[in-house]
Structure formats: C-alpha cells, structure tokens
C-alpha cells in the first residue's frame, strides 16, 4: 500500500482537498482562456505536421463544447495511432486554449496507465482513489481536464470506474461533471489506421483526401479496440455504452512532416534553420514497409534526439 503510486495519489487528493475549500472563497474563473476558435485553429495549423483529420475533428469538437452553455455531458476524446504521430502534443494544445498555464495548469490531470496504476493487486484501492481524485477536482472546479495515457495497457476494471462520470447523468453526488474533458491516449487501433493509410497510398489516392469515414476507418478502430483482448478497452463500457465522442485517428507520418518535426526542434533549440541539416535527420528516422519506406516508424518521437547527434 505504501508504494510510490499510492503516496502520489493520496498526497495530490490532500492537495485537492485543500484546493475545493480555498476555491469557496476565491473565484478562479481567471484560470480560463477566454475561448477563442480561431486561436486554436492557428495553433493546430501551425504545430501539429500530417494530421489533418485529428485537427479537423479537435476543432469542431472542442469549439463546438466549449461555447455550449449547457453541454449534456461530458466531452470524452479518444486518440488512437502509433508512438510520436501526435497524441499528447493535440491533448496540450487543446489544454493552451482552454487554461492560461496551458498543459501546466493545476487543472489539467494526467494519468499513465504503467506510471500511476502498476500493481495489478491493488485495482481495488486505484479503483477507489481514482473515483476520489476526480469527485474532489471537478467539485472544485467543474471545467477540469482529464487525461489518461496508455489507456490500452490499463486494467479494464479501472477503465469502468471512469464511465459514470461520462454518462449524462445532470449530476453524481451533488456534482455536475458536464463541463469537464476526458481524453484518452492509446496505440490501440493503430494497425488499422497504418493499413488504412498504406491501402490509400497504394492506390494512388492523395493523403488529404481521407477523412474519418474512409475505409470505415472510425467503425473498424471502434471494432479493433472493442475485441482485442491485449487492450484495456476490450469489452469496454465506455465503448459499449457509447460514451466516447469521438474516436480519433492519427495516421502515420511521412518523410516531409518529420523534416518538419526537425525544423521545429531547430527553432526550439534555436539552431539556425538549415534545409540540408533537417534532410538529414529526417533521412536518418526508421520508416516502413522496408521497401517502399513511406511512413516514419517513430513518427516524431526521438527526432530532437536525432538532430542533436547531428549538430
């Protein structure tokens, strides 16, 4: 009971405890971005590479809830693709046009499934803890964001935990979970998405043409992680109940969105731009299948790694 996860858990519920008493006498509206569509378009736009149908599907959904007066429930997002396609960093821009400190506020809440829940022999106490940690920081503040990483490596008993909080229910316990934002991260589904994308390529159709229903991409990532028994989702009732609103593919990467993951990481890193210095860490990422290297194995992930065994 004593290990790393529980101390975490438990030290952060004494902190939301603290927060849901000083909130009655401190308004902390101020915390809130005034929500503005179009600044989160630009930031879609601008820093996220090859997403096309994720930025699509973000925009109107997260726009569309956020000037809703009265949403029915809760906004609940599920992003599916490979590693280092753009998963977390689409949950951070999301968190920039909502909260003043962004992915940084004190009200957005990340979860990993291996990192905050590890023993298996504990799902009772992460069960009841989990249900504690969202209760304390909703009723304190009803527009809190909640994100949960490697939800296909969580117990599925603790993913079930999370549904009433989804439902449409006006209120649990005295509070009203309708403002706030559930985003699940997971790999889950990403062979669909790669051989959906590779079956386009080959047929020579141009990339921005597919859209959440080609192929019936949407319908069969809903099937794929619904039945695979390896994923946390399988048999779900998030899923079965239809609770989730949106599940979101990210597709695999090509070469031209890497180099233009490199060329952001050069402006971070505030390295001068160079077009040879970008080809060549782009050139030096994995990429499959192994003969026609299309679509970057890794995505983005390690490319300021990369750069940097360049520099």
């Known amino acids: 009971m004593n290990d790393r996860s529980n101390i975490w858990i438990e030290l952060n519920m004494v902190q939301s405890w603290y927060t849901s008493k000083t909130n009655r006498f401190f308004q902390k509206d101020d915390l809130l971005e005034p929500f503005d569509y179009e600044r989160l378009k630009t930031d879609l736009k601008d820093s996220l590479y090859g997403q096309h149908i994720a930025s699509e599907v973000v925009l109107k959904a997260v726009s569309g809830f956020m000037t809703d007066k009265h949403p ?34 004190e009200h957005v809440h990340v979860f990993i499934s291996e990192h905050h829940f590890p023993h298996k022999g504990q799902l ?12 304390g920081n909703v009723s304190s503040f009803p527009r809190s964001m909640f994100i949960f990483d490697e939800m296909d490596k969580m117990n599925s008993g603790l993913i079930d935990v999370i549904k009433p909080f989804l439902d449409y229910y006006p209120k649990l316990d005295g509070v009203s979970y309708r403002k706030a934002i559930f985003t699940f991260l997971s790999n889950a589904g990403g062979n669909v ?8 390529w080959m047929d020579g159709e141009e990339r921005e043409q597919l859209q959440m229903n080609s192929r019936d991409m949407e319908t069969n990532i809903f099937k794929d992680v619904f039945n695979a028994k390896s994923s946390g989702f399988w048999h779900s009732s998030l899923i079965g109940d239809h609770l989730i609103d949106h599940f979101i593919p990210f597709l695999p990467l090509e070469y031209r969105h890497v180099r233009q993951c490199v060329l952001a990481q050069m402006a971070a890193l505030n390295i001068t731009a160079n077009d040879g210095l970008a080809d060549r860490v782009a050139r030096d990422m994995p990429y499959f299948p192994p003969e026609e290297k299309i679509f970057s194995v890794k995505g983005c992930k390690s490319v300021r790694q990369k750069l940097l065994l360049h520099i």
């Open 124 to 135: 009772e106490t992460y069960k009841t803890q989990l249900k504690q940690w969202i209760h």
């Open 193 to 200: 998405i790669n051989q959906v994308v590779l079956d386009s």
């Open 72 to 105: 029915s429930k809760p906004l609940v997002l599920s992003f599916h693709g490979g590693t280092g396609v753009g998963k977390n960093h689409v949950s951070n821009i999301i968190a920039r046009s909502i909260y003043k400190k962004g992915e940084n506020s």
